[in-house]
């Protein structure tokens, strides 16, 4: 449920429990509030989504869907990582389900916030598929097309990422069903229809089906040139998805006007090491697996005006010169952002260093 939703209901229900100590009613309303602007803010609201769970708790009980709400809000704000946050989640979750299922019809949507959040805090995928088709069950009750697409697609999406294709087929069916929904429904510049695009391509590009995962990205790119008020890290996502694209099917060229895009958007940063768009791994010189030999190469080379790596020195290395061979021929194929001064691309320094392990 959203917080200002729960606002809404706190307001209502306040009156149905004047029992209860008053000093914790002022701090609840103090520290929702502290909660809401830290989400307005964009700031970090664990602390405060945690503090107004427990003290909302004493207020309301261990039955009332007021607490259940609180503990979606405060499971929500934990990020998923690292792993005792993630079963942490899961948990208040489960709590929230526990009480609204106890409160509700079984095709309530009510419990559809707790149950996504079981859904992808599970690390069972057999649970997890149970979740999310519940989930799509509630969905059709409601006779709502629109929310049923949208919970098949946050499957896809959990069943995909989150268990490495343990459930592709199941997955991908979502996926497919949403798509089609979206692609007649929607415009194209709607929120959907980019998420189910980005879904595409990666299944696409997991199948080695290259150009239908271009495709895509381009169409999302088109979008934001059209429509410049989307999320940045969406629009850099797929320009760097398409530099990665076109390269590996050997079209260099048009990799250049992405990384030339994805450089407008993002400034040079002297002092930090650049990150490539591209990379290609060098290969392990036989000589040196052979006995079981481990290197390293550093190198400074030019980033030129497309991106392109150029006048490669090598600047100290490691294992010998089978391995500043491989490292050279690994460096030629890497693509980055250029550099952008006055509104133009320039050639720049940058250097990066390589090792070579080999596992024992």
């Known amino acids: 449920m959203k917080a200002s939703s729960l606002l809404l209901c706190l307001a209502i229900t306040y009156s149905g429990y004047s029992h209860a100590d008053e000093s914790i009613h ?4 103090i520290v929702y509030q502290q909660y809401l602007n830290a989400q307005q803010q964009g700031k970090g609201a664990e602390d405060k989504a945690e503090q107004a769970y427990l003290l909302g708790k004493q207020i309301y009980g261990d039955k009332s869907d007021n607490t259940a709400n609180l503990a979606i809000n405060y499971a929500n704000e934990l990020h998923q990582y690292p792993a005792e946050n993630k079963q942490k989640r899961f948990t208040l979750f489960e709590q929230a389900y526990t009480i609204l299922a106890a409160n509700h019809p079984t095709s309530s949507i009510e419990l559809i916030d707790a149950l996504l959040g079981m859904a992808t805090n ?13 989930v799509i069950e509630i969905a059709a009750v409601q006779k709502v097309p629109k929310l049923v697409a949208d919970m098949k697609l946050a499957a896809a999406q959990g069943l995909a990422y ?6 592709y087929n199941q997955a991908k069916r979502y996926l497919l069903e949403a ?23 990666a299944f696409a590009e997991g199948k080695r089906q290259y150009s239908k995962a271009i495709e895509r990205l381009n169409r999302v790119v088109s979008v934001f040139d059209d ?40 400034p040079w940063q002297e002092n930090q090491q650049q990150t490539p768009l591209y990379r290609q791994e060098p290969n392990y010189p036989d000589s040196k697996a052979r006995f079981r030999q481990d290197g390293s190469v550093q190198m400074e080379f030019d980033v030129n005006t497309a991106g392109f790596v150029k006048n490669i020195t090598i600047i100290k290395s490691e294992g010998g010169e089978a391995f500043e061979q491989e490292a050279i021929k690994a460096m030629e194929k890497w693509r980055y952002a250029p550099k952008f001064e006055d509104g133009k691309a320039v050639v720049a320094k940058a250097q990066v260093q390589l090792d070579f392990k080999i596992g024992r």
Do not use: W
Request: glycine content about 4%; hydrophobic content about 35%.
């Open 26 to 29: 002022s701090q609840f309303k």
């Open 122 to 134: 599970t690390d069972s995928v057999n649970r997890a598929d149970a979740l999310y088709k519940q």
């Open 162 to 167: 989150g268990f490495q294709g343990k459930k």
């Open 179 to 201: 798509d089609e929904f979206y692609s007649q429904n929607l415009p194209e510049n709607s929120v959907e229809r980019i998420k189910a695009d980005f879904l595409v391509a």
């Open 227 to 266: 429509a410049l008020s989307f999320d940045h890290e969406t629009e850099l996502s797929a320009h760097s998805k398409l530099v990665h694209l076109y390269e590996k099917t050997g079209k260099s060229d048009e990799a250049t006007k992405h990384c030339l895009a994805i450089a407008k958007m993002v």
